[in-house]
């Protein structure tokens, strides 16, 4: 009977170890503090020191962390198979928490381009910089303002919430040019470019600041042309002086009349004065108007008026007959 037993107990004891040791599961518990006291379901299983391990066993596991002068620690586990384990920090009490400080705010990247080199960058009305223009801003709503002298302010309103291009083109603010004393038909140039046609004495156009080629074409007068700086507030006038076109002249001799026994050039013989002014040449020009004429050949003279237009070209021959009285 006693040698039964025993087997009994051996296969008892056999048994239930590896049952008992497959429900159990650890519990690890890292604490603050050294010496507080660990209850596992509502039985004092040691001390921290300050951390602390124990088997516990499988299923529902009430933990409790106590310490004089500190705040209780209690919660409620589901152990398994697998390690729990517990972050535990008790504070004391009375004591002031201290909560961390936020994280400070991401700040993102703007940049701000213009089609105006040196444009004045304005962030909530206040002047940061020049394009080509870039910064770190935090997060939120901005104002925006592109900026230059003659042109019209480019303002826009900016969110930011990630890295943000802004390319402001800015249009030139326009300034009248007036120009007087002008004719009808006249022909108004800017940098080569045809603007219009004045059909009165004065003519006006918008236009933007800077500085330009101003070229005035009118029929028998020479090209107006001045450099014209226009800015960016008060009216540019100009009255422009017309001078008139020259005209032209050639003199030349027929073949009927020359002496063909002469040598050399035959017009060394003869002398040209217009308006009394002796001439070095037979061709040249003259302002628009009546001239005297006059051809002195030795012992002969020719003179005679004309009116010349301006613009025009002319070509004199003089003839040579008898008149019989």
Not at 54 to 70: C, D, N
Not at 256 to 271: A, F, Y
């Amino acid at each position: 009977m006693r040698k039964t037993f025993a087997v009994l107990l051996v296969l008892l004891v056999l048994g239930t170890i590896p049952a008992f040791a497959q429900n159990r599961t650890s519990l690890n518990i890292q604490c603050n503090e050294v010496g507080a006291e660990v209850y596992i379901n509502n039985r004092l299983a040691g001390q921290t020191t300050p951390n602390f391990s124990f088997l516990v066993p499988q299923g529902t596991v009430q933990v409790r962390v106590y310490k004089k002068g500190f705040q209780t620690f209690e919660t409620v586990v589901k152990a398994g198979t697998s390690p729990i384990t517990l972050n535990v920090t008790l504070q004391r009490i009375g004591a002031v928490v201290t909560p961390p400080p936020p994280p400070p705010p991401q700040n993102f990247s703007l940049q701000v381009n213009a089609n105006v080199a040196g444009a004045e960058v304005i962030i909530n009305n206040i002047s940061a910089g020049r394009v080509p223009f870039s910064a770190a801003l935090a997060p939120g709503s901005y104002t925006l303002i592109v900026r230059a002298p003659g042109y019209t302010d480019f303002a826009q309103n900016l969110v930011i919430s990630g890295p943000v291009t802004v390319n402001a083109n800015l249009q030139a603010l326009l300034v009248p040019l007036v120009l007087n004393n002008l004719r009808p038909g006249a022909e108004i140039f800017l940098n080569g470019a045809r603007i219009g046609v004045a059909n009165s004495a004065t003519f006006s156009a918008q236009v933007a600041p800077g500085t330009y080629t101003l070229t005035i074409r009118l029929g028998g007068f020479l090209d107006f042309t001045t450099q014209v700086t226009v800015g960016t507030s008060a009216p540019q006038t100009i009255a422009p002086v017309f001078q008139p076109q020259p005209a032209s002249y050639t003199f030349n001799i027929p073949a009927s009349i020359q002496n063909p026994d002469m040598k050399g050039n035959p017009w060394s013989q003869i002398r040209l004065y217009i308006d009394g002014a002796a001439q070095k040449d037979f061709r040249g020009q003259v302002t628009p108007g009546r001239h005297t004429i006059r051809l002195v050949s030795g012992a002969f003279a020719i003179e005679t008026t004309f009116d010349f237009e301006a613009g025009k070209t002319y070509t004199f021959e003089p003839f040579l007959g008898l008149n019989t009285r």
